[in-house]
């Protein structure tokens, strides 16, 4: 298979000023996941998709490649990521007549993923013969809406309904998007990554941080520093 990684950085970020290419822990967040990408065998190449030539430039010098720049209106507060790889994917097909038989996405805003969930959740894929699969964390079983006027809904009303709670089918969530994976043909039919045959892969909650938000930013970099530390505690918890 030809596994093909894109990585979606364009500049503007609102929540956290030039979030994909501030320093987190050392170096430019985005650094991170390029190398990470860069160190999975399967994958054959590994592409940033930016609109800026300042995150361009950090992305070549950790070794990805910007075969062109990203159009703006495909980089504004409300373009949508899938638009960007549509664009991607028409743009190496047409100039270099490339097109991949898997994509796979990694957003620069998921530090705590490890090369080793990219590496299991690929396995995973292709074991199952999956057209799609994303990376999911269990959350709980009760779930509620809130309106404008704090007024809550409960969607799953099954749950109160259980005499026996544990019984209950395991519920999950986007883990903060860490991982994407799509069969190219599938994508371009759908234009969506939940698409065909979908299967998850399980990330620990915590590890399921999302950087939105400059207090999303700060726990991560601690997390992030004290990773290795809070694994091992966990494994050997009793």
């Known amino acids: 298979m030809e596994i093909l990684a894109i990585i979606p950085a364009r ?28 160190q999975i065998k399967k994958i054959n190449r590994v592409i940033v998709s930016t609109d800026d030539y300042k995150i361009a430039t950090v992305a070549k010098k950790y070794g990805a490649e910007i075969p062109f720049l990203r159009p703006k209106e495909l980089a504004l507060d409300n373009s949508k990521v899938v638009d960007a790889i549509l664009h991607l994917l028409k743009e190496l097909k047409n100039k270099e007549n490339y097109q991949p038989d898997v994509i796979i996405l990694l957003q620069t805003t998921s530090p705590m993923r490890t090369i080793n969930d990219i590496n299991k959740a690929l396995l995973l894929f292709t074991k199952s013969k999956a057209d799609s699969l994303v990376s999911v964390c269990q959350t709980e079983n009760l779930l509620l809406a809130k309106n404008s006027r704090n ?25 903060g998007s860490m991982i994407y ?19 998850g892969y399980e990330i ?21 520093k004290n990773f290795k530390k809070i694994q091992d505690k966990i494994k050997k918890f009793k």
């Open 204 to 224: 620990p909650r915590w590890q399921a941080v999302d950087l939105d938000e400059s207090q999303d930013y700060v726990v991560a970099e601690i997390l992030y």
């Open 11 to 38: 500049s503007g970020s609102k929540g956290i000023k030039n979030k994909n290419i501030r320093n987190f822990c050392g170096k430019p967040l985005i650094g991170y996941v390029i190398n990470q990408a860069l």
């Open 181 to 199: 994976i799509v069969k190219t043909d599938k994508f371009l039919q759908s234009k969506t990554f939940f698409t065909g045959k979908l299967v």
């Open 151 to 175: 007024e809550l809904k409960i969607l799953n009303t099954l749950f109160l309904k259980s005499s026996n709670r544990q019984e209950l089918q395991h519920v999950y969530k986007l883990d």
